[in-house]
Structures are given as structure tokens and as C-alpha cells.
């Protein structure tokens, strides 16, 4: 199942038999399958194997679920500080080469939130809260120290809403709310999905589609050194947006810092391209405000960042630099 995104919290009645909240990991999403041998698979949520990456989480899962288990999860890494570090999954998944000593310096557990199908049994169709209450027995004799663990869940939306504001500091993301009478729907939307997002500012360098009517923005951050760095690209932008921009951008020249086109990756919130990325440089003074979430990678905003409005007031000296949040 996937989840939608909303702007609040859901209070429980909004959801069919009671909403229950779940900490929104940091990760990458993972169904793991032991079958009947007691073999383990381990899929992405684009049906992509990986087994190679996270060869731990294989073993753990191996010892910790029977033959004939299926479930869904998160790989997650908490580093030495006690935050959730994406960049040490994306190493692991991308290069090959240092794999199996990252299994054992920068190991990864597995977060499991949810049970398809055991001995046989599939759960799929049965409501969530059956569904919790078998993988709270599948999981009930796993020690301390196993990498597989279980999900926390809470049915008070007060305390949903401490989770929301104090686990950030961890590099939770924020939360999922599901309905506890709804059944899994493979494939489909059916949780909701609320991330900690706060406002900041950003400077434009350039955009996506027609000058006079953009598409998205390109954008920018000085570095403690004075370079100006791509640090994230807008979601698609509504008119009203398109309008208050009309006007305000002008072309720039060679002597802009950014290439003609980005190589691909150089922007947040892109999709998964090998392609360069085409756009338009426009020169950097005008300040855009933006809100965020917490996920960061490569010193950039790794997720799409939403336009707010733009920022008359300021000037490119008045932003933050790199991603600080002031």
C-alpha cells in the first residue's frame, strides 16, 4: 500500500474503525518474503531485489520470521548519533564495491509495520488491526539486539501529535495514519501520510518550461564559501504561482555559476533520470519562500519543495546558507 500526503493530522474518527499513527521512517520501503525453504527475498517498492545490498537485514530476517512469512517494512539506518542516515542506505544501494564491510560498520535494521501472509494465510483482506495484532505475536520473542523490529503504533492522536513535533530530532519524517477496518490493498493508496515541514527561503537561479509561465524552479543556497549550490527544485507550480513570478525573472547570462544543462541528480526532488536536466539560468536575486521536510542528502533537499511565495523583502544576502533553517 501507498499513502497519500495531507497537511494534518487526521483525528482518530476520521478513520474507518479508528485511525492509528505510525513514525514515517526515513528509509527504503521493503517487503520481505521467506519462502517455504526459508529462503529471503528482499523487494523495493519498484519491485527491485535487495538482497545484495543489505545482506544483514537478510540474515535477521532469515532468524527472526518461519518459512512462508511475508511483510512489509522499512530498511532503515540510525547512525552513531542516533539519527536516521538515508545517505549510508543510498552507498549501499548504488555501489557495489564496500558492501559487505558497510554490513558491518554502518549495519541497518529492518522496521516492520504490517504481515501479508504466514503458514499459508493471507492477511491481506483481514482489517489492520487483525492484521497488527498477528504480527505483534509473529514478532513477541524477538531479543533486544534483533535487527527486525517492530513498528510502533499509537490509537491517541494527542499522543500522535508529540510523536509529530519530538521525533524529528531523530530524522523521522513524520507520520502515516491508516484506518484500522481497512484490509491491505496491494498497490493502491490507502494510507495518509504527514511530513514535518517548516518555511524557509531559497534563492531562484533558474526554471523548468517558459520564462514568462514556468514549470518549476531551480533552487539555490550559498555556501559558507560564497558559492551558489543547487539545493532543491520545486513541486509543479499552480498558476497563481505562475502569475506572481510573471515579470520578476530575467535570463542571465555566461557568467551565471550553474552549467547549461544540470547534470542529472544536481537538484532535489527529481525523478530517478540518467538525463541531464534542461533549463533556464535566470539571474539569482530574486528570493523565493518555500516549505520543506526534514529529508536531506548530498547537501540538498532531497524531496520536491513546495513555492510559497516570493520574498520582495529580501535579498540573496538575507537567505540562509547551505540548508540552515533560521
Not at 491517541?156 to 510523536?163: K, S
Not at 530524522?171 to 493508496?189: H, I
Not at 504561482?241 to 532535489?268: F, M, N, Q, S
Request: hydrophobic share 35%; net charge neutral.
Amino acid at each position: 500500500m501507498a499513502a497519500t500526503a495531507v497537511d494534518r493530522i487526521p483525528e482518530e474518527r476520521a478513520c474507518s474503525g479508528g485511525c492509528r499513527y505510525e513514525p514515517k521512517f526515513d528509509g527504503f520501503r521493503c517487503v520481505a518474503r521467506v519462502d517455504d525453504d526459508g529462503g529471503v527475498q528482499l523487494w523495493s517498492r519498484r519491485l527491485k531485489r535487495l538482497d545484495e545490498a543489505f545482506p544483514e537485514v537478510v540474515s535477521a530476517v532469515s532468524g527472526a520470521l518461519p518459512p512462508g512469512t511475508v511483510v512489509d517494512g522499512e530498511i532503515v539506518r540510525w547512525g552513531p548519533d542516533g539519527r536516521l542516515d538515508f545517505s549510508a542506505l543510498q552507498r549501499r544501494h548504488v555501489t557495489r564495491r564496500g558492501r559487505a564491510g558497510r554490513a558491518v560498520t554502518e549495519p541497518c535494521h529492518y522496521v516492520v509495520f504490517d504481515v501479508l501472509e504466514t503458514g499459508g494465510v493471507d492477511h491481506r483482506p483481514a482489517p489492520l488491526s487483525s492484521r497488527r495484532t498477528e504480527l505483534e505475536r509473529l514478532l513477541s520473542d524477538l531479543p533486544g539486539t534483533s535487527r527486525v523490529v517492530l513498528c510502533p503504533q499509537l490509537r491517541d492522536v494527542g499522543e500522535a501529535r508529540l510523536w509529530f513535533e519530538i521525533l524529528v530530532a531523530q530524522g523521522v519524517e513524520g507520520l502515516v495514519v491508516k484506518a484500522a477496518a481497512d484490509p491491505y490493498k496491494e498497490g493502491r493508496r490507502g494510507w495518509w501520510k504527514v511530513k514535518h515541514r517548516t518555511t524557509t527561503e531559497a534563492i531562484i537561479g533558474g526554471v523548468t518550461g517558459p520564462l514568462d509561465r514556468p514549470q518549476t524552479l531551480l533552487l539555490g543556497r550559498h555556501t559558507t564559501a560564497g558559492t551558489l549550490r543547487v539545493v532543491a527544485r520545486t513541486t509543479p507550480l499552480n498558476p497563481r504561482a505562475r502569475t506572481a513570478l510573471t515579470g520578476t525573472l530575467t535570463p542571465a547570462g555566461d557568467e551565471h555559476p550553474w552549467p547549461e544543462p544540470l547534470p542529472a541528480g544536481w537538484a532535489g526532488g527529481l525523478p530517478s533520470t540518467r538525463d541531464p536536466i534542461h533549463y533556464t539560468r535566470v539571474t539569482p536575486t530574486a528570493v523565493a519562500e518555500i516549505s520543506v521536510d526534514a529529508a536531506v542528502e548530498h547537501g540538498r533537499w532531497r524531496h520536491s519543495v513546495r513555492f510559497l511565495r516570493l520574498r520582495p523583502d529580501l535579498t540573496p544576502e538575507d537567505v540562509p546558507h547551505d540548508l540552515d533553517l533560521e
